[in-house]
C-alpha cells in the first residue's frame, strides 16, 4: 500500500515549456486534490475532484488544468510554464465524496518545480 | 482577510515543556478542523482532527476548538526535539471538500 504517489519529484523547466505531474492513489478515495505550497503562503488549492469525473476550480487555478483520469489517478498541467509557478506542488486525496467534511487528506511526497 | 491565520513564530520551547500553537478562522460556516505537521522537505501529515467544541486528546497531544470565538489550538505535553517542525491548521468549510490552510507556525523545541 504506496498511500498517495507523485512523479516526478523534481523538476526544472524553461519559461514557455509543458509538464504534466501525475498523482496517484492506492486507498480507493473518491476526492483528489492539488495544492502549491510556497514560502510564507501556506498550501493553496489549486483544483480538486470531489469524485470520479468532476473537476473543480480552487483558490489559485489560473495557468492550470487538470485530469481525473479514472479514480485513482488525478493530473495537473501546466500548457505554458512561468516563473511565477516555480513551487513545490502536492497532491492529495480523502475518502469521502462530496457531502462529508471530516475526512483526514493523505498527502503525497511532493513535486519541486523550478521554472527558469 | 484570509479564511484561516496563525502565528508564523518561530516559536521556540525548551524540552519538556508544553508548546501552544494557535489558529482562527474567519468562516462560522467551518465544520472540521485539522492539524498537520510538516517536517523540512517533508509533505504534510496528520496530527489530529477535532469538529465539536471542546478538548480533544491524543497521546501527549491536545486539541482544542472554540467555535464561538472561531479559535482552534493545539498543545503538545513534554515537547520533543522530534516534535520540532511547521504545524498547519486546516479547516474544512461547509459541507464540501474544500480545505484552507493557514501558513504554519515554526516550531523549534530546545534540547
Known amino acids: 500500500n504506496a498511500g498517495v504517489t507523485q512523479t516526478p519529484k523534481f523538476q526544472v523547466l524553461k519559461t514557455g515549456q509543458s509538464m504534466t505531474l501525475q498523482c496517484a492513489q492506492d486507498?480507493?478515495?473518491?476526492?483528489m486534490y492539488w495544492y502549491r505550497q510556497d514560502p510564507g503562503m501556506g498550501l493553496r488549492l489549486i483544483y480538486y475532484s470531489a469524485s470520479e469525473g468532476t473537476t473543480d476550480k480552487g483558490e489559485v487555478p489560473n495557468g492550470y488544468n487538470v485530469s481525473r483520469l479514472n479514480k485513482r489517478e488525478f493530473s495537473l498541467r501546466l500548457e505554458s510554464a512561468a516563473p511565477s509557478q516555480t513551487s513545490v506542488y502536492f497532491c492529495?486525496?480523502?475518502?469521502?465524496?462530496?457531502?462529508?467534511?471530516?475526512?483526514?487528506?493523505?498527502f503525497g511526497p511532493g513535486t519541486r518545480l523550478t521554472v527558469l | 482577510q484570509k479564511e484561516v491565520e496563525q502565528n508564523s513564530g518561530p516559536l521556540s520551547v525548551p524540552e519538556g515543556a508544553i508548546a501552544s500553537l494557535n489558529c482562527t478562522y474567519s468562516d462560522r460556516g467551518s465544520q472540521s478542523f485539522f492539524w498537520y505537521r510538516q517536517y523540512s522537505g517533508k509533505s504534510p501529515e496528520l496530527i489530529m482532527f477535532?469538529?465539536?467544541?471542546g478538548d480533544k486528546e491524543d497521546g501527549r497531544f491536545t486539541a482544542q476548538l472554540n467555535k464561538a470565538s472561531q479559535y482552534v489550538s493545539l498543545l503538545i505535553r513534554d515537547s520533543q526535539p522530534s516534535d520540532s517542525a511547521t504545524y498547519l491548521c486546516a479547516v474544512n468549510i461547509y459541507a464540501g471538500n474544500q480545505f484552507y490552510f493557514g501558513t504554519g507556525t515554526s516550531l523549534t523545541v530546545i534540547p
Open positions: 486507498m480507493n478515495h473518491n476526492s
Open positions: 477535532i469538529y465539536s467544541n
Open positions: 492529495a486525496s480523502t475518502e469521502a465524496g462530496w457531502g462529508t467534511s471530516t475526512d483526514t487528506q493523505y
